[in-house]
């Protein structure tokens, strides 16, 4: 099977605009009537929901940034009450607070449906065995894999993230034929794999579904050659949806956007301007279907191109390149999204230490590895090595609770980090995804 929900994969573009328009605007109006939040913001523009008639008008909306997310936090945004909200998933947000998203069963319904339709496209079927190693949880990943391939009667493994000996062992036993998982731990699997002395001959994988995080085009050929495997994208966030926001078919010319359900738009970070078709710029996403969280114009900091243009494989939606980084400072390492801010909102609670501090990114044997170099307060410098490690435990410990990664403290001498004249350089990222 091609497609799996034909009509609306190959609708012409006339059909899909009306479509389009026709949930933008029961979307704004539900809204406007139902997230206090969401109807101030409307006002202070200056805009009622009859100003919005058709897809024409999307750029007269607001935009919807992460920190709305966290002011109305936990559950402000939602647009249903919390007795019709089936389901919570959360991401990190900027500070310790973790951005809630809601669904209503209607929203599990159509992610089921978006993620099935995105591994049909890359070609996966009913008789497939899905390992899913994205995590379980909080993270939309997992569940959101697990439920795609459930909903179209694949043989779902839901072994989650972790416990790296297992999975391979689980691979050639249940013999899976499709491995979801970031691209980062594909590679890790593929070292574990040889040192465990089991061959790409001695599984059955054929399609991975890897996303999450940004990979490059080499990442792809080194994945594909060491798993014996076709790799695919796909691409989404937990505001939106979770994963199956867009993904590559098997043509492998960008991601399709699902586009009866989310509009894309891409626009200046700095200006905010709605950049013409072909130009590099932000992702904004706007929800036109879903109940519990039908986020407007989520400004959503990936880096990416549009283009409309009709794939070879028949699909008319708005295709996506690969995203290409970040227009903000997030980083993404295993597969967690992390924010500098985050960081140091946990070492601003301790006296023994300064505000000034390094984070070093690399990736060790495929292992993505973060370590924190913050200075001493002078005060506890000439303290004990005891003294000194004790507070790089309490440190290490908080920072592992409050970003859900491990990472390396290590306290250096007062003064000995770069004081920076401009915008402060926290980040070292030594990992060269994109080779830029
Ligand atoms: O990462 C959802 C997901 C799960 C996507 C599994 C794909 C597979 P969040 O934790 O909210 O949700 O993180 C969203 O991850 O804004 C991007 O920066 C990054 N990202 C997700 N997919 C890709 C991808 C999930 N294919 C953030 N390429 C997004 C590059 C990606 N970056």
Redesign the pocket.
Known sequence: MQYWNEKMETIDKESLRKIQSERLRETVKRVYENVPYYAEKMKKAGITPADIQSIDDLSKLPFTYKTDLRDNYPFGTFATPLKDVVRVHA??GTTGKQ?VVGYTQKDIDSWSECVARCLISAGVTKDDIVHVA?GYGL???GL??HYGAEFIGATVIPVSGGNTTRQVQLLKDFGATVL?C?PSYALYLADEMKAAGITKEDLKLRIG???????SQEMRTQIENRLGLKAY???????IM????SMNCSCQEG?HIISDHFIAEIIDPETEEVLPEGSKGELVFTCITKEALPLIRYR???LSVLTHETCICGRTSTRME??TG?SDD?L?IR???VFPSQIESVLLKYSEVEPHYMIYVDRVDNLDVMEIQIEMNPSIFSDQIKKIESIERKLRHEIESTLGISARIKLVEPNSIKRSEGKAKRVVDNRKIFNS
């Open positions: 991401s990190s951005t994205y993270f939309t990943g959101g894999l979801c970031t579904v890897f996303g999450a995080e940004p990979w994208d796909i691409y989404g966030l937990s505001e979770g994963p199956g926001v991601l959503t900091r990936d690969k995203v970040r997030m993404i597969g967690v999204n």
